[in-house]
């Protein structure tokens, strides 16, 4: 990987120029974005709207380096200014709340620069709607930032499952169930809830934004499966809080598979709580990401095998997902840091007048949005019809 980056920036002449809206020293994923965009080399961040409160935001860009003239208080200034210049960024970063995440970026696609954003796409149906359509209009890259997707490891289970290792799929379980003092307790000051748990923003069944999507993504990419229809069953348990904090959905695919999926804030005792379990006719494979260097894979009648990132035996695509030999974790960043490097290569195709499309194809995107929020959407009627079961 590292000769392919150095190749990158000789043949573009430069880092991608990157700019960055919300992700201020007052949010959770900023730094995780900052971190995992350098990782490579491949970006410099130079402009940013840091956040909605002008002090942290004008704070952050100081700290940052940011120049003075592109350390914006305002999205829409940022997004006009920017495309003006003539060194503008060839990216923004969007790391706000998800009820604004459309707004911020039509205002960016519009002006020609492409959008990495956070999840869930949006807040609403209609919200993603629109944005898709002016993803489509713009013919821009959008990446969406299902970072789980960029770990060596499920890639590895998503070319074992391509190959018929597997045989035909039967079951499809994902939980994503956190139960850590930050998520499972309410503060004593409503006002310093996090935005997560503020049902204006979040809306009730925020959670599976949050969250849900992760492994509903997660399942969809290493499977190749949609659902065809679902059924939600979701709860709070915290006392005086306005979402759901546990939800559970019941799934069912085309070709006979059945699924669940768990997530929860109220797992008490566990940290982050994602795992994925597929089980086909002839083996399974199960993936954690707490231990994420390792996919076991559990053939009928046959010995576990344990693949570890960076071994021998996989695909070039996997090998290239991880940077050191075995026995060096890696882990989230570099897994977040993955889908940079390759966003990056499909911005470098587009402007040289290749197709982004080998680059792409690996990366979630808009219509992986749209589908987590459909199935936000469609959890949501199943869990005021009483968990019917809902056609996606």
Sequence with gaps: ????????????????RVGMVGGGFDSIIGE?????????GLFELVAGAFSINPEVSTATGKALLVADDR??????????????????????????PPHIHSDVAIAFLERGIHVICEKP??????????????????????VLTHCYSGFPMPRLARDLVAKGELGRLRMIDAEFAGGAAGVALEPGDISQRHWRFRPGIAGREGILG??????????????????????????????????FDNAYMDLDYTGG???RIWSSYVATGNQHGLSLRIYGEKAAVEWREEDGEYLRFRPLGGPEILYRTGQDGTSEFVSRSARF????????ILAFANLYTETAFAIGALKEGKSPEPWLKNLPGIEDGLLGIQMIDAAARSQAAGSSWITL
Excluded: C, W
């Design 325 to 332: 030999r075995p026995g060096h974790p890696e882990g989230y």
């Design 257 to 259: 598979a059945v699924g």
């Design 71 to 96: 350390n914006y208080l305002d999205y829409r200034e940022m997004a006009s200014r920017e495309a003006s210049r003539p060194d503008p960024i060839d990216a923004v970063v969007i790391a706000t």
């Design 1 to 16: 990987m590292a000769n392919e980056n150095a190749k990158f920036l000789q043949d573009f002449g430069r880092r991608l």
């Design 121 to 142: 796409l949006t807040r609403t149906l209609e919200q993603a709607l629109q944005l898709k359509r002016a993803v489509d209009a713009s013919k821009l890259i959008f």
């Design 210 to 243: 949050e969250v849900g999507t992760h492994t509903y993504h997660l399942t969809r990419y290493v499977t190749g499966q949609t659902p065809t229809r679902l059924s939600a069953r979701m709860q709070t348990f915290v006392e005086g809080r306005e979402v």
């Design 32 to 40: 995780t974005h900052r971190i995992a965009l350098q990782a490579d």
